[in-house]
Structures are given as structure tokens and as C-alpha cells.
């Protein structure tokens, strides 16, 4: 599976942006897709995770409630829905795929991972 983020741009707080993760070489359905990010000089950490089963949504507590991760199955890939951005949000976020949904919120859990797109939120 290869995975390919996309959408990340310069916006200002208050503003939205909808990251798109596409995969090519296999169907993704299945699996556990989930968003990361990593802000300068700060660990990769979990964002959101959406399972393959049953569409089931876990959220970070900095993000609950702002964004909304869903799939899109026509077009074989899932987004990342970010409203009321704030600077905070400031990172290069990933896309990554696994089978374990018990994992999710675990990095090194996911088998396959796209290159990145970065988000800038200006105060």
C-alpha cells in the first residue's frame, strides 16, 4: 500500500482545512487508517484513527470536537476534516495504515505511512 497526504496548507486561526489520504496498490478499506502529526522539535503524536470494520473514530483530546475523520470508499482514500484551527495545530501531519485496531493510538503500530503534508496555522 502506498499512501500519498495531501492538503495541508498556510491558513489563519478559525480557519478550516480537509487533509486527504489516497492509496494506490491496494485496497485500504480494511485496514486501520489514522493521522499523525509532528510539530518542530516535539515527537510524532496521535491525531485520529478510523477502524475498517465498522468506520469506529477515536480523536486526541486536542483535537475532539474540531476534527472529523472519515472515509471516502469511491475514491479509496479518507480525510481529515480540521475546523477552528489553532497554532497548536501547527505540524506535518501523516497518514498511516494498520490492521490493529487495539493499537491504534500506538506509531509504531502502522504498517505503512504517506510522506507527510504540513499545516501552518498563523495566529
Known amino acids: 500500500v502506498q499512501l500519498q497526504a495531501s492538503g495541508g496548507g498556510l491558513v489563519q486561526a478559525g480557519d478550516s482545512l480537509r487533509l486527504s489520504c489516497a492509496a494506490s496498490?491496494?485496497?485500504?478499506?480494511?485496514?486501520?487508517i489514522a493521522w499523525f502529526r509532528q510539530a518542530p522539535g516535539k515527537e510524532r503524536e496521535f491525531v485520529s484513527a478510523i477502524s475498517g470494520s465498522d468506520s469506529s473514530t477515536t480523536y486526541a483530546n486536542s483535537v475532539h470536537g474540531r476534527f472529523t475523520i472519515s472515509r471516502g470508499y469511491a475514491k479509496n482514500a479518507v480525510y481529515l476534516q480540521m475546523n477552528s484551527l489553532k497554532p497548536e495545530d501547527t505540524a506535518l501531519y501523516y497518514c498511516a495504515a494498520g490492521t490493529a485496531w487495539d493499537t491504534r493510538l500506538q506509531s509504531d503500530a502502522y504498517l505503512y505511512w504517506g510522506q507527510g503534508t504540513l499545516v501552518t496555522v498563523s495566529s
Open positions: 496498490g491496494r485496497t485500504f478499506s480494511s485496514y486501520v
